[in-house]
């Protein structure tokens, strides 16, 4: 078996999965309309590369403290109908073609969990790696709190969250990722250059300048048509 690692915003889709959940509780009156100028700030500081991760999910997530767990479940599933027909062919091919090879694929992304899982079931991903979401005293069940628990799936912490997972998923092994004789990581941005860098199949998907140039000059692949 070998391993197939997907980014989920601008990579498998070719939006922020952040803003169109932001847009989705606007229009159903959940956040306030400049909930979505908020988010678009937190959007240019990534672009500039000066995003605070912790601020961004604070944001994102604190209003939603008080919100059942199956009111958030079900405006997930909402989410996930709302989002289906915003899906590429090309990319849910890809993905399609890495599960029928018997690939593990994974969705690893900086997106709260919450938002990652519905985008993860639209491309048939059973394994979401992402931001996990702090709660009251530690429970799944418990009230958000907008803080985020353990490491940011962000960046350099891609590659080490993703090692967590494989650990739990495979345990015993010094690194997981040199327990699969090919692995593959799909990514748009920069800043996921470490984790790109840390499998075997590294593929650019319609890339920031930063990572063209960088998969330019290391011969890696790059998809511009998905």
Known sequence: MNLALFDLDHTLIPFDSGMAWTQFLVERGVLPAQAEETYLGYCRQYVAGTLDIHAMHFASVAPLASVPRVKLAQWANEFERALRP?????????????????DRCVLVTATTRF?????????????VVATEAATVDG????????????????????????????????????????AFEHSWFYSDSASDLPLLGAVSNPVAVRPDARL????????WPVIDAA
């Open 139 to 178: 429970h799944p069940d418990g009230a958000l709190t907008g803080a985020i628990d353990g490491l940011p799936c962000f960046r350099e912490h891609k590659v080490t969250r993703v090692r967590q997972w494989l650990a739990q998923e495979m345990p015993g092994g010094a690194d997981g990722l040199l």
């Open 86 to 102: 915003r899906v590429p062919e090309a990319m849910l091919a890809l993905v399609q073609r890495h599960l029928d090879a018997g």
């Open 115 to 127: 938002i990652a899982e519905p985008c993860a079931r639209l491309f048939g991903i059973a394994h």
């Open 212 to 219: 063209r140039q960088h998969a330019r000059q290391a011969g």
